[in-house]
Nanobody, 125 residues
């Protein structure tokens, strides 16, 4: 009974900040790389950020580097995405994902083991 439940999405104005959370259950969280993906209206799902099992390695899409930060707390089985300096182009449904692959492999693959249902982030101009 694997579950990934995202929270923290909402409406924010350009330049604002938002922190997304993803609570995991039903699997050994610390054995998985975790990541965030997003899908904007009319667009394909794209990679946003990933983090290794112990948090030692992180990876980001060029479009969010310097603005977003991924982190995890294995004691809480939770992964986070801190989003700062938000832009209208960040508007999308954000999905949490878990995979047995290394974090670096998540950046180039959408074949994750587990997906959350997503949380909507809307950035107004």
């Amino acid at each position: 009974q694997v579950q990934l439940v995202e929270s923290g999405g909402g409406l924010v104005q350009t330049g604002g900040s938002l922190r997304l959370s993803c609570a995991a259950s039903g699997f050994t969280f610390s054995s998985f790389s975790m990541g965030w993906f997003r899908q904007a209206p009319g667009k394909e799902r794209e990679f946003v950020a990933a983090i290794s099992w112990n948090g030692a390695n992180t990876y980001y899409a060029d479009s969010v580097k310097g603005r977003f930060t991924i982190s995890r707390d294995n004691a809480k089985d939770t992964v986070y995405l801190q989003m700062n300096s938000l832009k209208p182009e960040d508007t999308a449904v954000y999905y949490c994902a878990a995979d047995r692959k290394s974090a670096t492999m998540m950046a180039g693959s959408y074949g994750m083991d587990y997906w959350g249902k997503g949380t909507l982030v809307t950035v107004s101009s």
